[in-house]
T-cell receptor
């Protein structure tokens, strides 16, 4: 199994809603990442988890709350989002922090905030 | 602060032609990656370049790295329509796992 899965594929939410994005990998990778990608722009790093601990937070607003319950699973909890948060949210994993391997990306969740 | 620039931003090329995409970065790094993204899809890893002079080839694509010039190139040989996609280079902030992506090059190959 060499893939990263993400659910849901699409999500529409209001500004007062609470929702969660889920990411899963079964490659034994110990590093997991959340990226945000706006249309026609490059991905931007949001969070990095290493061995289930948060190692990088790119000054992301607190309305985005990451969680890594175990080494295979990464969640992104969303609360009180703004319309400008609408984007493609990509999860990625890599074998380990500090390694030279590529990051493997999931298919993404396309989020629309109304 | 690491900055990554790609050019061109958009490339329209005829099938069978050759072209090169350039990726410049501003500070020392120990890793550079190339990814491909089809419209509405995720990123697919193409190449990992780790050392000065590294060259990797896969099919019609060849990537190289010059760490002294802080420059990587992605060369397309005899383009075919299937290569139409957006190509990103991504440079690792030295000694971290943070990747900074270039602006992307949207490649369109026409008959």
């Amino acid at each position: 199994d060499t893939e990263v899965t993400q659910t849901p594929k699409h999500l529409v939410m209001g500004m007062t809603n609470k929702k969660s994005l889920k990411c899963e990998q079964h490659m034994g990778h110990r590093a997991m990442y959340w990226y945000k990608q706006k249309a026609k722009k490059p991905p931007e790093l949001m969070f990095v988890y290493s061995y289930e601990k948060l190692s990088i937070n790119e000054s992301v607003p607190s309305r985005f709350s990451p969680e890594c319950p175990n080494s295979s699973l990464l969640n992104l909890h969303l609360h009180a989002l703004q319309p400008e948060d609408s984007a493609l949210y990509l999860c990625a994993s890599s074998p380990a922090i500090g390694g030279t391997d590529t990051q493997y990306f999931g298919p993404g969740t396309r989020l629309t905030v109304l | 602060e690491l900055k990554v620039e790609q050019n061109p931003l958009f490339l329209s090329m005829q099938e069978g032609k050759n072209y090169t995409i350039y990726c410049n970065y501003s500070t020392t790094s120990d890793r550079l990656y190339w990814y491909r993204q089809d419209p509405g899809k995720s990123l697919e890893s193409l190449f990992v370049l780790l050392s000065n002079g590294a060259v990797k080839q896969e099919g019609r694509l060849m990537a190289s790295l010059d760490t002294k010039a802080r420059l990587s190139t992605l060369h397309i040989t005899a383009a075919v329509h299937d290569l139409s996609a957006t190509y990103f280079c991504a440079v690792a902030v030295y000694n971290t796992d943070k990747l900074i992506f270039g602006t992307g090059t949207r490649l369109q190959v026409f008959p």
